[in-house]
């Protein structure tokens, strides 16, 4: 999109942030946090950017959090939440 720009990570919250498989520092490219050493198998782990929020699941549990997302279908509505009028 024209004049759209990629949130940035702020540097503070950088350099906390830590890749969950690898423990190394995480650098932003573009819409994703990428580490900085590659996995056990030689390779360069890459993170979402969703919203301003990293989403830093191992590739493994991504799948199964994006499928538990699209599958609540309730709008954050639980039942037993209503207050009795007074």
Not at 51 to 70: F, K, N, Q, V, Y
Request: some cysteine; aromatic content about 2%; glycine content about 10%.
């Amino acid at each position: 999109m024209p004049g759209f720009t990629t949130p940035l990570i702020s540097p503070e919250l950088l350099s906390v942030l830590r890749c969950p498989v690898t423990g190394s520092a995480l650098v932003q490219e573009g819409e994703e946090l990428v580490a900085t050493s590659p996995n056990v198998d030689g390779q360069t782990l890459r993170y979402t950017i969703e919203d301003g929020i990293p989403l830093l699941l191992p590739p493994e549990l991504l799948a199964a959090a994006t499928s538990a997302r699209s599958d609540q279908h309730d709008g954050g509505q639980h039942n037993g939440g209503r207050h009795a009028a007074k």
